[in-house]
Structures are given as C-alpha cells and as structure tokens.
C-alpha cells in the first residue's frame, strides 16, 4: 500500500520569498509522483509530474519539485511566491500500473503581501 | 479539449434522499474515476472505470453508493438513502490509459451537502 505525507499542514510566506512544501511517500517500488493545485471550491490543476527520468521536474507556474529516491522524497519549490499561489497544495502518488492516486492531506499556503 | 465537466456544482439535500451526479470526461480519455474529499482532507480513490468497465472499487464505496459509464463516455455515480457523513465534494477525473504515470485531469467537483 502506498501512502504520501505533507509535512506542516499551513505555510505563510512573504511575496517574493521562497515556497518549500514538503511531500513523502512510502512505496515498495519508486511510483509515480504527481503535485496538484486546488482553489476554493474548484477542482485539482496538474502542477508536475514524475515518471522516469530526470529526478528535477519543472512544471507550470514557476513550480518545480526534486524526486529523491533515497529520502523518499518528492518536495516542491518555488523561488518567489506570487499572491496568485495562495491556495492548497496536494502531493500524490500512483503505483506503476498507474491509475488509483492517494494523497497526502494537503498544505494550504498563504501569501503575505 | 473542453476540460472534465461535472454537474451539478451544488447539491443540498435532506437525509434519506437519493442523488445522483454527473461526470463528463476529455473525449479522447479512456480512463475515469471518482474521489471524495472531505473538509481538510485530501481526495480520496471511490472507484475508476476504463471504457465501460468498472475495474475496481474502494471499500469507502458502501452499498449505497453505485457507479456507471454505460457507454463509456459520461458516467454517473448514485448515493441511495443519503446519510450526514456522505456530505463532501465528489471529484470527477479522466485520463488516457496509454500507459503508466499519465496524469488525471480533474472536474469542479459536485458539492453534497446533507440537511
């Protein structure tokens, strides 16, 4: 069974300032890793993605994360946070048959101006 | 591609009501599925179809609960006798089934509410 823990459940953070929000997972294999964003009362957005392949993923909105096998780790950052990231943020994970996703519990960020 | 529609947005019901939602996927994705998501919660795996099979269920899927995609397309997915605790958002997600690791593409969400 797969599981995916967020650490810290609210971030606030300064515009501008960087964004960390922490995402691990335990698997038997290395699954797929996905980042999603929801807004309020709007469904998930895709942020990124994991396969295979270059452990540094870049996705949309200036976000990337960084696969760490060894940590089973799957963290996302952004360098310079906007007032438009404010919403809740979800790690996931897929095993390789790559279909049911379980996620974590979400980390909601706030963006001081 | 017009994004996984999802209707109704809203729906307040009485306990003991019947409902029933709908799920429209991205044409081309073979593969479809329904979360629930509760109040600071992350959404969580009820069941997926590929084409019209239903391939598997959760055991969070009770008795009540039922889903279909009848020709593989849009599906509906049914709560029988609707209890407080079925209150929460019900997410609609679609993807291709090409192979591992495609990514799901989610709906609005249908939000229950249970008087």
């Known amino acids: 069974a797969q599981s995916v823990t967020q650490l810290g459940s609210h971030v606030s953070v300064s515009e501008g300032a960087l964004v960390l929000l922490r995402c691990n997972y335990s698997s038997s294999v290395p699954p797929y890793l996905f980042w999603y964003v929801q807004y309020p009362n709007q469904g998930l957005q895709l942020l990124l993605k994991?396969?295979?392949?270059?452990?540094l993923v870049k996705g949309i909105n200036g976000f990337e994360a960084e696969f760490k096998k060894s940590e089973t780790s799957f963290h996302l950052t952004k360098p310079s946070a906007h007032m438009s990231d404010a919403a809740e943020y979800f790690c996931?994970?897929?095993?390789?048959?790559?279909?049911?996703?379980?996620f974590g519990a979400g980390t909601t960020v706030t963006v001081r101006a | 591609d017009t994004g996984v529609s999802q209707d109704p947005r809203h729906k307040i019901t009485k306990r003991g009501q019947n409902v029933t939602f709908r799920c429209d996927p991205i044409?081309?994705?073979?593969?479809l599925y329904w979360y629930r998501q509760t109040l600071g919660q992350g959404p969580e795996f009820l069941t997926y179809?590929?084409?019209?099979?239903?391939?598997?269920k959760s055991r969070l899927l009770s008795d009540r609960f039922s889903a279909e995609r009848p020709k593989g397309s849009f599906s509906t997915l049914e709560i029988q006798r609707t209890e407080q605790g079925d209150s929460a958002m019900y997410l609609c997600?679609?993807?291709?089934?090409?192979?591992?690791?495609?990514?799901?593409?989610f709906g609005d969400g249908t939000r229950l509410s249970i008087l």
């Open positions: 996931a994970v897929s095993d390789r048959k790559g279909y049911k996703l379980s």
């Open positions: 044409s081309e994705h073979n593969r």
């Open positions: 179809f590929q084409n019209e099979a239903q391939l598997e």
């Open positions: 994991y396969t295979t392949g270059a452990t």
């Open positions: 997600a679609s993807s291709l089934a090409s192979q591992g690791g495609q990514p799901q593409h």
